[in-house]
């Protein structure tokens, strides 16, 4: 396969799309062939579970933070890191949530993590706040939106070029110094559209070094689609349209949290040690899309895409020769080591520089048709993806002096001299999806292949120039194939039931170049899922069942994740997952055949999920620990029940909404038997469970006049205090009671 990354050099910038549209065939409009909606507003008709949050509801929220929005949708586990949701924790039917490494990401239907096949870590994330909507697709209907098929899909979709002209300002400032401006501007002429979006959101943190410096964050980003098209009424509608992203952050974020003594005392302390920490990072995405529509029924998407993401997150990494879960387990046995990370006492610290830079890069063509054969209506979609994406890991271990509570560089180290890698991944990927209705009945089969190569080479910590003198390498490559079918029923024009049985897959990672570790196999598992979606005069509700049964499923190795960092992979054999996701809203004030002035909606979501282990096994280490497994083992950091609310007022110029956001207790090791807590006479290394906590946040706007609105939100109404995480490295708080105003103008 390494004829791809030649042929893929040849479209740096040819790609938006990717995915099927769910678009009236006959009546598609020149300037919505660009359209990436995969579920939008026609949910019932797709062969599993999809939610689409559209703009009217992201306006009301208000939230930049993509957890507090996730939140209310069912099979959604998400662990809070940073407080701002900048690098979201994501995963969906029990997937893993580091980094949101196993759920397929996209931005407008593309991939958007740095590197999603040789480095899957989301360590990039788009800005939030420029989203008019997003997508979470899971079931038997995701084989198209790859590469990972296991737990599901989230799509983001970004400002979408307006009708004619309009704009969009918005202006806010909150605790913490948190302030927010936005600004986009757009129109639509007989051949040429165009949008361009502005936006920068900063913080100083709400956490507190001892020095009194800044721990916040400054994002800065830059979006515009250009796009070309024919006139509505030629005889072959196409269009062409360029898009463009240049992101930007500065974070004062550190890996490590803390102690539960220090926790309990205050809980948005950060240690003396962590002051030189800091995360700088870019992301640049250009890509291309050409869709046209050659003949009624049909439409046809080519896409090319490239992004180049650096990041670099140096932070402190041991502490007077102590490695930092070593001291957190034990502060009293490691009582000097704490002192330097705390700045109490004089000492080396040692710092590390994790340099590295991503390239993505791919061309996909999909295309789908329609056409009616007496009563059965048929739609054929295909896609094609060539991609090829690399991890370039160029780390710098430097040291440290902690001198009266100041950290001073005294050896800045070579580079590479950490970690010296390259990881490469080409794919080719394709699949085939055939919905037949009859009457009220849709039979959608289909299937997905993914054939992958992998190389990775390691140049050892001692070779910074790369000559290859202690070159360390390995490939592997593979094939799947991945069936799955979806069946839909209109029992009546309120009722709707789905059930579907696919495949799922996760690539395997790198290829290991270990004598100690075997290589990890793919993981793979049979999903079945089997639900119902009811909407009826103001009131909708939908239930799902659904059983992931892994054939293999895989363990991690990640700091972030409490591992070592190898980035490494463990087979860990049988596994199964299964549960309920159920959700509910309705008005309140519904009056039936009328339209209400005033509106009081309400809504729940609710997910069960049990995940256990089917094997007994001894792990190889990582995110899940050394040592034996056994068959009934709990999977760490699923949590079983999480439960959502939310109540909103509607009325004329004013709107508001309380949302309750419960996570439940959530085990963070593998194993059964006895849960135990942080504590006091705890030891770190041995708690594996954390409490349950309730999170409420509180949202309003108000129309003052024409389109300028003003607003506010209240985060973490209550002031909880709860541990919200233990990684990576100690315990970790929410975002304490802050409060936001803004104002908004649409024009």
Same mark, same amino acid.
Request: charged residues 15%; glycine residues 10%.
């Given at each position: 396969? /390494? ?7 040849l ?29 939008? @507003? ?13 703009? #009217? ?21 998400? /662990? ?68 990972y ?10 400002t ?17 110094n948190?302030? +927010? ?66 992101s ?9 949290? %803390? ?12 240690? #003396? ?72 006492a ?7 520089s ?22 059965i209506? !048929? ?7 060539? !991609? ?7 780390a ?56 992958? @190569? ?14 290859g003198? #202690?070159l /360390? ?13 979806g ?16 495949r ?58 409490g ?14 997952? +299964? ?54 083992d ?32 959530t ?18 290394? @041995?708690?594996?469970? %954390?409490?349950?906590? %309730? ?10 006049k ?20 233990? %990684? ?20």
């Open positions: 396969m /390494r004829f791809l990354s030649l042929f893929m050099g479209f740096l910038a040819i790609t938006i799309q990717g995915v099927a549209q769910k678009v009236e065939l006959d009546s598609i409009k020149t300037n919505e062939l660009t359209s990436v909606t995969i579920v939008g @507003d026609r949910g019932k008709s797709i062969p599993g579970s999809g939610l689409y949050i559209n703009k #009217a509801k992201l306006e009301q929220l208000n939230q930049p933070n993509i957890n507090n929005v996730l939140r209310v949708v069912p099979g959604v586990n998400i /662990r809070d890191e940073e407080g701002f949701g900048l690098r979201p924790n994501i995963g969906l039917r029990g997937t893993p949530v580091n980094r949101s490494a196993k759920i397929t990401l996209m931005e407008d239907g593309i991939l958007m993590a740095p590197a999603p096949y040789s480095d899957p870590s989301a360590y990039y994330f788009p800005t939030f706040a420029r989203m008019q909507g997003v997508e979470v697709l899971k079931g038997s209907s995701q084989i198209k939106y790859g590469p098929t296991i737990g599901g899909a989230v799509n983001l979709i970004s979408a070029i307006p009708d004619s002209f309009s704009g969009f300002a918005q202006v806010s400032y909150g605790s913490f948190t302030n +927010q401006q936005r600004v986009w501007v757009g129109d639509s002429h007989q051949n040429f559209d165009y949008v361009f979006e502005v936006n920068r959101i900063a913080s100083d943190g709400f956490k507190e070094l001892t020095n009194g410096a800044n721990t916040g964050f400054d994002r800065r980003d830059v979006m515009g689609k250009l796009r070309w098209h024919t006139r509505e009424d030629a005889v072959v509608p196409q269009s062409v349209t360029l898009k463009f992203v240049n930007s952050e500065e974070g004062n974020e550190t890996y490590l949290g %803390l102690t539960y003594q220090d926790y309990q005392a205050n809980p948005r302390r950060r240690y #003396a040690g962590t002051q030189r920490d800091i995360l700088d990072m870019s992301h640049q995405h250009l890509s291309l899309t050409h869709s046209v529509r050659p003949a009624k029924g049909l439409v046809i998407n080519t896409t090319g895409y490239y992004a180049t993401t650096f990041r670099d997150w140096a932070r402190a990494n041991s502490f007077g020769g102590q490695g930092i879960n070593a001291i957190l387990n034990n502060p009293s046995a490691q009582m000097t080591a704490y002192q330097i990370m705390t700045g109490q004089n000492g080396a610290v040692d710092y590390q994790a340099a590295r830079t991503y390239f993505s890069k791919g061309l996909q063509w999909n295309a789908a048709y329609g056409f009616s054969t007496e009563k209506y !048929h739609t054929i979609q295909v896609g094609i993806r060539l !991609h090829a994406d690399q991890a370039d890991r160029f710098t271990r430097s040291t440290y002096a902690m001198t009266d509570g100041t950290m001073i560089l005294t050896n800045a180290g070579v580079k590479g001299n950490q970690e010296n890698q390259l990881r490469d991944a080409q794919s080719l990927a394709a699949y085939l999806n055939y919905d037949v209705q009859f009457d009220k009945l849709k039979i959608s089969p289909g299937f997905r292949v993914e054939k992958i @190569d992998f190389q990775f080479q390691n140049f050892g910590n001692a070779d910074n120039a790369r000559l003198t #202690a /360390r390498s390995a490939e592997n490559g593979l094939s799947i194939f991945l069936p799955g079918i069946f839909t029923y209109d029992v009546s024009q309120d009722l709707n039931l789905f059930a579907g049985v696919h799922g897959f996760s690539p395997p990672g790198m290829p290991s170049v270990s004598s100690t570790t075997g290589q990890a196999k793919v993981e793979t598992s049979v999903n079945y899922e089997l639900g119902y979606r009811f909407e009826k005069e103001g009131f909708s509700s939908s239930l799902t069942g659904f059983l992931n049964n892994y054939d293999n499923i895989l363990g991690s190795d990640n700091i972030s994740g591992g070592a960092g190898t980035g490494d992979m463990f087979n860990a054999g049988n596994a199964k997952i +299964q549960g309920i996701e159920f959700s509910l809203s309705y008005d309140l004030l519904h009056t039936k055949g009328q339209e209400n002035k005033v509106r009081l909606p309400v809504s729940i979501a609710y997910t069960y999920t049990s995940a256990k282990f089917q094997d007994t096994f001894v792990n190889g280490g990582g995110d899940w620990g050394s040592g034996q497994i056994n068959r009934g709990f999977i760490p950091f699923i949590t079983p029940q999480l439960i959502s609310g939310i109540i909103g007022f509607e009325s004329g110029r004013f709107n508001a909404n309380l949302i309750a956001r419960y996570t439940g207790e085990r963070v090791k593998p194993g059964q038997g006895e849960v135990i807590y942080p504590s006091d006479i705890v030891a770190f290394s @041995d708690v594996n469970a %954390l409490r349950g906590f %309730l999170i409420m946040d509180l949202s309003a706007n108000y129309r003052v024409g389109g300028l609105t003003a607003f506010s939100t209240v985060n973490n109404l209550t002031n909880s205090k709860a541990i919200v995480a233990n %990684l990576p490295q100690g315990y970790r708080p929410n975002l304490p009671l802050s409060l936001n105003l803004g104002l908004k103008l649409q024009f």
